[in-house]
């Protein structure tokens, strides 16, 4: 009886004992300053704030600002940093905080992005020219996560698929557009960053774009899904990366777009397909049109070109003018006038000059960002079907 009559004891000392650290800890939390951030003041000025009471520098980095560049914060009396920053335009932006160097997403804020392995918080400046990126009172269409068989790549894989709003109910046959991600991205990158679902259902609203599929596969061939190795499969390393080469193309079109046309109600001709990527997948886009001439019709390359400079040109041109041959509705190109892959568009816009590809040119300011791929699937969408 002893025995037992201390275990009650100890056990009634332990579950008060928790009680009171747990009621600490909340009173602590409690105790602390209500922050609020990001915070947008009429004119478009924003002020950030962070809570790091033991923090020796605070910095912050935002998709308004060049690449590296980061402003500090200061630290007020009760442990809570921030910053003001000047008005921004109406459009979408993403930062992060950098607490003595460490990147951290602000904690404040529950709207993040990632992309790849990096996060990110969103940060969205009202006005007209945001409307396009956000969630609006308009009719909305369905994106799913769609796992589907790559026998070229011997795996099962994941895509994300756009249907537009109404699609359930109609009879209708529509047409798609295949958009692919940039390097360190994967098949979440075009809705999570790019905002594809949202911008396509304000298009579609507004009768700016046609009613149509969007496919958002994974380009990283190594991979089955995020971040998903596929079974036995190493990553990539400098040296093993060309043994990838064109095998993400190879089950784009050889498994993907077959299996979006058995599986989903599309038309299926040339005609009503489209394709386009930003930098790696701009790269992918270039090579699977070459690669399989007459399969699209539209085709946008976005912050991207040829890579190699010692390419042999020479074979290069016979595929593309196998492409203009095969007949194409539209080819846009798009750069930003500070991006870094300028000398690799300027070669792709060199070989369709030389070839004779009728194609547009879209240059715009900035540089390798979210803020230009965006925008350019929204310049690029009303163009296509």
Known sequence: MKLKHSLILFLLYAGLLHFHRSNAQEISA??????????????????????????????????????????????????????????????????????????????????????????????????????????????????????????????????????????ESSSESYPVLYLLHGAGGDEDAWSSLGRTNLILDNLIAAGKAKPMLVVMTNGNAWQSSTLTQAPGVSPPTRETYMQWAGKFEKSLVEDVVPYIEKNYRVKSDKSSRAIAGLSMGGGHTITASINYPGTFDYIGVFSSGIFDPNADMAELEQKFNALKD????????????????????????????????????HESEGGHTWANWRDYLVLFAPMLF
């Not at 308004?64 to 200061?74: K, P, Q, V």
């Not at 940093?81 to 160097?101: K, R």
Request: net charge negative.
């Open 30 to 167: 409690m105790q602390a300053p209500q922050v609020v951030s990001p915070a947008i003041a009429p004119d478009r000025s924003v002020t950030f704030r962070v809570y790091s009471p033991k923090a020796n520098e605070v910095t912050i980095n935002g998709s308004w600002m060049d690449f590296g560049e980061t402003l500090a914060l200061s630290k007020t009396e009760n442990g809570v940093w921030e910053v003001t920053i000047d008005p921004l335009a109406s459009t979408m932006y993403h930062y992060n905080f950098f607490i003595d160097g460490v990147a951290a997403i602000d904690v404040t804020n529950p709207h993040a992005l990632r992309d790849g392995t990096r996060y990110a918080s969103l940060l969205m400046i009202p006005g007209k020219e945001a409307e396009v990126f956000q969630q609006n009172p308009v009719p909305h269409g369905t994106l799913s996560k769609v796992w589907y068989d790559s026998p070229s790549l011997d795996m099962k894989r994941r895509m994300y698929v756009y249907t537009p709003p109404g699609y």
């Open 326 to 361: 095969s007949g194409v509705a539209k080819y846009w190109v798009a750069c930003g006038k500070t991006d870094f892959v300028m000398e690799s568009n300027k070669r792709l816009l060199s070989i369709l000059d030389k070839t004779g590809l009728a194609h547009e040119y």
